[in-house]
């Protein structure tokens, strides 16, 4: 049985590091739509996985879909953000990447790389694949890792409220199915409580157990059904 835990933002199994999610170029997004935040998410993001590297120290990074943000196309300064971190991240490490919903026209950036997408990726009896669509799993595969949703969960103490990113573990069709949450540095993601959820994996989810984490703490919340009695 191969060794299955959480850290900061991704699941490590035994020396694989798995994350995405991190939708570089939002921030351009959100200006286009007359919303200014600071234009660093690239630097944030830099620092956010170097931190996360150091603890894991992994082999193998498996990037799991959502690399960039806009759909429709990509911009200059986008497009060497992309390149700046598939570098850094494949400098130490062997990198798998997955293909996300967002990432339709990464094509010639990966050719200039010399790196390749793939739709799902399978070693021993784990399945990686973004989770935008069903896929295929081989029969060895008794576990699949999907990203795509940014799970989060909004805990509420009287008037106080906050939203946490969070990890969900359940089951579907018989197979484990782990979810990440989002490495984006501007969104905490969705709230898997009360907003509808966009995966076809996740269409029940009321046994699905919950852990938040938040600046390098996990805290187990129980399941999606305990959370929502408790939160009213």
Not at 169 to 198: A, M
Request: net charge neutral.
């Amino acid at each position: 049985m191969p060794d299955i835990r959480m850290q900061d933002l991704g699941w490590v199994i035994d020396n694989t590091l798995i994350i995405g999610d991190i939708h570089l170029g939002y921030e351009a997004v959100l200006r286009q739509t007359g919303i200014h935040v600071p234009q660093n998410q690239f630097e944030k993001t830099i620092k956010r996985l170097e931190q996360m590297l150091l603890k894991v120290c992994p082999k193998k990074i498996i990037l799991n879909g959502d690399i960039k943000h806009h759909i429709g196309g990509i911009l200059f300064k986008e497009s060497e953000e992309v390149k700046k971190l598939l570098r850094f991240l494949a400098r130490k490490h062997e990198l798998i990447i997955i293909k996300g919903n967002h990432d339709m026209i990464l094509g010639p950036i990966l050719e200039d790389l010399n790196m390749r997408m793939l739709d799902t990726y399978v070693f021993g009896s784990i399945g990686v694949t973004h989770g935008h669509i069903i896929r295929q799993m081989p029969n060895e595969v008794d576990t699949v890792i999907i990203g795509h949703e940014h799970p989060a969960v909004t805990i509420r103490e009287g008037a106080m409220e906050e939203t946490f990113k969070c990890f969900l573990d359940g089951k579907w069709k018989g197979l484990r199915l782990l979810v990440h949450p989002s490495c984006n540095v501007l969104t905490q993601g969705t709230d898997v409580l009360r907003e509808r959820l966009l995966s076809p994996y996740l269409k029940e989810i009321d046994n699905f157990n919950v852990t938040i984490t938040h600046d390098g703490e996990l805290k187990s919340f129980g399941t999606i059904r305990d959370l929502r009695r408790y939160s009213g």
